[in-house]
């Protein structure tokens, strides 16, 4: 069976509610208004009970003993001696006034037969007399067909009371001819005789107060219903047609062939919040589902992308870093993934910002490169040579949303290849100087000594001695450039021993302070002053620091600065030599070629092309290496690295 809806549900218990709401309002007001009623009428009680007091009170005290001292013990005159027919007429007078209440003496022993009480004041006189500590009682009563606010007030006999009410014999005679001896005798002090009764009717006061509850009960249900009626309306709009349209979407989504249809069936039988929590259960249930579906392969990313030997970053489309692994790490020297992830950009990550722009490019074009060489730099300067393939990330609009790549560094490959390039064209060289240096040498001898014998010959004309000294000259010439290809064809091994690398600075500097000081050359050294000793050929080192600073003396034709600094890395037990210059620097396709034998970029006869390939073997045969950084214009900066660790020196011995 199908249950009501939520809105039929909603509406029901609204109007229940809401006839709840105006019943307990009209009950609480009319509860309200019948005790305002009641205590209002009690006031009016207490002005009837305090004028018929106040009557009595007179007659008593006043009136009575004054007619009593002017007549006789038997006369009585009850128009001026009895406080009950004083009391009676005056309060008969003010009901003229004041019809709606009555007044009454009642007592069950009256003197006068018309003060005798009824059934219901019998009752409060006993009441009163079983009760001496209570001298009134006030409240609703019912008499006949009306109600009636009622007070009754006990009247005690008192010693005065007696001389007429006490034994007959002692009574005045003309209240006996008046009255008779049948009733009004054998009082005695002190006890209950009579009551005074004011009688108020309440029902007109109460139907006007049930009257306003009723008018209450209606405006407060009319205002609610139509309330009840723009909410309904608001609720429907806002809450009934959003669900239903929820819930459409929900069995569009699921009534499908490969979905269970129980769900669907369920859903037939039950009101809209009982569809929306099946609809919720069964989207909780796939949502946990696609959740640990998402985190496992989430987590299988993470490990791939984690575990990966080649670098890899994302960046978004601002080129900001979100996310590197631990390859990354580790290629760049960031300490963790806060620090790298702390970087302005990617680009920060290039050796030149022009590169990466230039990627960034050719990705947002093409949409994908692959093994695209670049130079970039890791967290303490160094260059790195790294093999970039990388891809564009669109957002589900198609919008480029960042770019994923993959870094492969290359450094050590590419190194390995110029060194094994460089060794076999160095040994191939080594191997034609050789050659030719034995070749030209020995005619070098014969021109060297013919030229001396006419030189010694006399007389000697003029000319032919100044022929004679340019070919000399130039013979010098032709054999410095062969000893030096036969020093370059024969490189020894470095014979190491402990030696102070400052001091081989110092001495170097000394040899080349007259060139400094005619090019106007300033020198600047800078030495850590814990410099350990190192195990080097400290002949060929100078060598390296010979050519190194002639170069840069060189390059700065008109004077200039030169600045050397020593620097030990304890963490990679190495000694780091630069030696930096404010030259013209070196042009950028020029760099890769400069250690190259007879590669030179000074003018003729300046330069054999042989000091920076002969430096190159140098560092190299003491398991160091040597690096160039420049660019035209801002001089250029050489960096000899020479290891510290003995062990490490012992091993490059015997390679």
């Given amino acids: 069976m199908k249950k009501f809806s939520i809105k039929t549900r909603f509406r029901i218990g609204a109007a229940v509610i809401s006839l709840v709401i105006c019943t307990s309002v009209a009950i609480i007001v009319y ?19 305090g004028t018929a007091d106040a009557t009595r009170l007179y007659v008593k005290d006043v009136l009575r003993p004054t007619i009593a001292d002017m007549v006789s013990s038997d006369d009585f005159i009850p128009n001026a001696m009895s406080t009950t027919f004083v009391g009676r007429e005056v309060m008969s007078r003010l009901r003229n006034r004041f019809p709606h209440f009555s007044y009454k003496r009642a ?6 037969p018309m003060n005798r009480a009824d059934s219901l004041e019998v009752e409060k006189l006993t009441w009163f007399r079983e009760n001496p ?4 009682w006030h409240g ?19 010693a005065e009371c007696l001389r007429c009410h006490g034994d007959p014999k002692d009574a005045p005679r003309q209240m006996k001819e008046i009255y008779g001896t049948a009733g009004g005798f054998y009082y005695r002090v002190g006890e209950v005789v009579a009551a005074d009764t004011i009688y108020i009717p309440v029902d007109v006061a109460f139907l006007h107060v049930k009257e306003t509850a009723w008018n209450i009960f209606l405006i407060a249900a009319i205002s609610l219903f139509a309330l009840l009626g723009l909410f309904f309306l608001l609720f429907n709009r806002t809450v009934i047609l959003q669900m239903d349209g929820l819930l459409s979407r929900f069995r569009s989504i699921y009534d499908k062939p490969d979905n269970a249809p129980e769900i ?8 809209e919040f009982e569809q929306l929590k ?12 696609t959740h640990d579906e998402l985190r496992a392969s989430e987590s299988k990313y993470r490990t791939l992308f984690e575990s990966s030997r080649d670098t890899i970053i994302i960046c978004d489309r601002e080129n900001r870093l979100v996310d590197i692994n631990e390859a990354g790490l580790t290629l760049f020297g960031f300490q963790d993934k806060a620090e790298a992830l702390s970087i302005e950009t990617c680009y920060q990550l290039f050796w030149d910002t022009r590169d990466a722009r230039t990627l960034s490019a050719m990705i947002q074009n093409k949409g994908y490169v692959e093994g695209v060489e670049m130079p970039m730099v890791d967290r303490q300067g160094q260059r790195l040579i790294v093999m970039i393939s990388g891809a564009r990330r669109l957002d589900e609009d198609g919008m480029v949303d960042g770019i994923d790549a993959r870094l492969h560094d290359v ?3 590419r190194k390995m290849e110029r060194h094994l390039a460089r060794t076999e064209k160095l040994a191939s060289i080594g191997e034609l100087a050789s050659g030719v240096a034995h070749e030209i040498n020995n005619p070098l001898g014969v021109i060297r000594v013919y030229s001396n014998l006419i030189a010694k010959t006399e007389p000697l004309d003029i000319q032919i001695a100044e022929d004679i000294r340019v070919i000399q000259k130039h013979t010098e010439q032709c054999t410095s450039v062969v000893q030096a290809l036969l020093n370059f064809a024969r490189a020894s091994e470095p014979r190491k ?9 110092d001495d170097v500097l000394a040899v080349l302070e007259p060139q400094m000081r005619k090019e106007a050359v300033t020198v600047h050294v800078e030495a850590d002053s814990d410099l350990p000793p190192i195990v080097l050929d400290e002949p060929q080192m100078k060598q390296v620091f010979m050519n190194l600073i002639i170069n840069a003396i060189q390059a700065m034709p008109g004077g200039g600065a030169i600045r050397v600094t020593v620097q030990t890395d304890d963490a990679l037990r190495q000694v780091h030599i630069n030696v930096s210059d404010t030259g013209v620097g070196i042009s950028e396709k020029h760099l890769n070629r400069i250690f190259d034998p007879f590669f030179t970029t000074k003018s003729a006869g300046k330069g054999t092309g042989l000091g920076l390939a002969v430096s190159y073997g140098i560092v190299e045969r003491h398991g160091g290496e040597i690096t160039v950084l420049s660019a035209p214009g801002t001089g250029a900066t050489f960096t000899v690295v020479l290891p510290l660790d003995e062990a490490a020196q012992g091993d490059d011995d015997a390679h």
């Fill in 140 to 158: 609703l009563i019912r008499k006949g067909d009306r109600s009636y606010y009622a007070r009754f007030r006990a009247i005690l006999a008192e």
């Fill in 497 to 505: 021993s402990q030696c102070d690398i400052r001091s081989c600075l």
């Fill in 264 to 271: 669907l069936r369920s859903m037939d039988t039950a009101d």
């Fill in 278 to 289: 099946f609809a919720f259960e069964k989207v909780a249930v796939d949502l946990k589902q």
């Fill in 107 to 112: 007592s069950d022993n009256p003197t006068n």
């Fill in 31 to 49: 509860v309200f208004l019948k005790d305002l009623a009641t205590e209002r009428i009690y006031r009016e009680t207490e002005i009837f009970i």
């Fill in 133 to 136: 500590d209570r001298g009134e």
């Fill in 411 to 413: 450094t050590r490959q």
